[in-house]
């Protein structure tokens, strides 16, 4: 069985761009495309209709085949250490939703796709997304085809953004993601674009994208894929 690798990139903005263009290229030469996780309001008063050079930078790499995903509305509006849709009732969750997409499509960075951040969401959210036009949904634990409702099964191995970043941790992610592949699995690879700019998380990232690749798996992008009518059918 041959399994997959599916490598997203969280956190881009004015910043932290230089440190995701960098690994985009090592994953460029590796063959493997990105899902960019994209949010419209991070902390310290970011905002994305105010920083051209992310968007800019965002549908470049968009054009040459990564996937842009939705990471939330407005983490900074959230209460501290919780994430933004891990506990919204569908109607707020619904609210920011849309509000969000506003914003994506203003920017020329509309996506059918949504991973909430620390890829948790609450049962409200869940039932929210359909209704804003979103088909897909990737939580911590599975990959969700809304519109089949049909999932797939794996679990995120992260650094940054509620995961863990030192050194054991690292290790621990490079060989769960040999462990992965061997077996035939979704490997599913998620880093800050702040720790891309430290040398142990961006170098164990790449040892565990290279593990996978030696085993076979194929890269990935999280996406959907809509339904395909049969000929002759009513």
Excluded at 113 to 133: D, H, I, K, M, Y
Aim: contains cysteine; positive net charge; hydrophobic residues 45%.
């Amino acid at each position: 069985m041959t399994g997959q690798v599916i490598v997203s990139v969280s956190g881009i903005k004015d910043e932290t761009r230089d440190f995701a263009a960098a690994f985009a290229e090592e994953m460029d030469a590796r063959g493997v495309p990105l899902s960019l996780l994209v949010a419209p309001r991070l902390k310290d008063k970011y905002r994305l209709v105010n920083d051209p050079a992310t968007q800019d930078w965002v549908r470049a790499r968009r054009s040459r085949g990564d996937a842009v995903v939705l990471h939330g509305y407005d983490q900074a509006a959230t209460k501290r250490r919780r994430a933004e849709f891990a506990s919204l009732p569908e109607h707020e969750a619904r609210l920011r939703l849309l509000a969000a997409d506003r914003v994506m499509e203003q920017t020329g960075l509309r996506t059918r796709l949504f991973a909430p951040p620390r890829w948790l969401a609450s049962q409200g959210a869940v039932a929210a997304l359909p209704s804003a036009g979103f088909r897909l949904l990737a939580t911590m634990t599975a990959i969700h085809d809304l519109e089949r409702e049909t999932s797939v099964r794996s679990r995120v191995l992260g650094i940054g953004e509620g995961f863990r970043a030192e050194p054991w941790w690292c290790r621990a992610l490079v060989l769960g993601s040999g462990r992965t592949a061997r077996r035939g699995g979704v490997v599913r690879l998620a880093v800050t674009a702040k720790q891309l700019g430290t040398s142990g998380p961006r170098q164990a990232m790449l040892d565990a994208v290279d593990l996978a690749l030696y085993h076979g798996a194929q890269p990935e992008v999280y996406r959907w894929r809509p339904r395909i009518p049969q000929i002759g059918a009513a």
